[in-house]
C-alpha cells in the first residue's frame, strides 16, 4: 500500500457521491489546497493543506465502507463529507458518528460494534451548520439536527465524525447547502482547538433525528458521543444491549461524563445502562 498519507484532520469524501464532492469543491476554493501525487487505486484525488496541516482526499468507495481508511491515512480523525438517504425526504444538514448498535451490518461496519466518537468536534460542525445555514438563507428549508448512531465505518483507530446534506439528489446538488457544510468544516479546520466547553454525553432512546439531543445540545453545554435511538434498542437482546452501551460510554475522543437517557424507555433497558454507567463512574440523568 506504501506510505500513509498523514495530517492533523483527515476531510474524506467519495467521489461517486454528489453531496460529498459538492462539499470538497467548495473547500478546495476556501482553503486553496495542493493536488497530491498519489499512486494507490483506492484513491481518486488527493489534495494537503500545509498551512492547516489538512488531507482532503477523495476514493471511489462509497463512505459507509470506509474501513480502509487507516490504511491510507494516519490522522488525529476524520471527518467524512456525505450525503444523507431519508425515505422521507427530510431537507437536512447533519451530524453524527458512525455504528451498528444491533446484530447486523446492513451498510457497512461490524455488527454489534461502535466508531469512535469525536462529541466536541460533532457539537463544534453543529453550531457551524446553524451558523452558515442562516448566513447562506437556506435555515427555513433545511433542518439542522444530529443523527443517532449508525452505519459504518466502525473499525477505525481514529475518531470520526459524518457532517451530510440530505435528504435526496434535489439537496444533493443545491449550492448553497453544499456551501453551508463547506463553510462549517472550514470555520473547524482553521481553528481546530476552538471546541465548545461542554459537558459530554451519550444519550438512549428518542428517534433517529435525535431531536431532545439536538436540543440540549444547541440550547444548553452539553456535546454528545454516542446515542443509540429507540429503535436500536428494539432490535437488541439485553446481551446485546450490554455490549452496546459499554462502547456506548467508553469510545469517544472526549471521556463521557453524563448519560442522558429517556424515562419512558422499558426498565430493563434502563437498568442495564445504569449498571454499566455506574460502573464507570458516569452519571444517569433522566429526560
Sequence with gaps: MGSRLKSSIG????????????????????????KLDVKNELIAEAYYSSSFDVLLVGFNEDVIYFDFLDDVMDVDYYIVLSRHRSEAKVKSLTVHHTGNPWSRADFGGRPLELGIANPKVTKALLLNLLRYSKEFGID???????EVTHHGPTNLKSPLCFIEIGSSKEEWVKEDARKAVAYSVYDHITNPTKLPDCVVASGFGGNHYASRFTAMAIEKGICFAHMIAKYALKAMGLNELCIVTEQALTKSRDRVTHVFMEKKLRREWRDIVKEKANELGIEVVFT
Design 11 to 34: 476531510l474524506v469524501f467519495s467521489v461517486n457521491d454528489l453531496a460529498g464532492k459538492g462539499i470538497a469543491s467548495w473547500l478546495r476554493e476556501l482553503v486553496g489546497f495542493k
Design 140 to 146: 427555513d428549508e433545511f433542518n439542522v439536527t444530529y
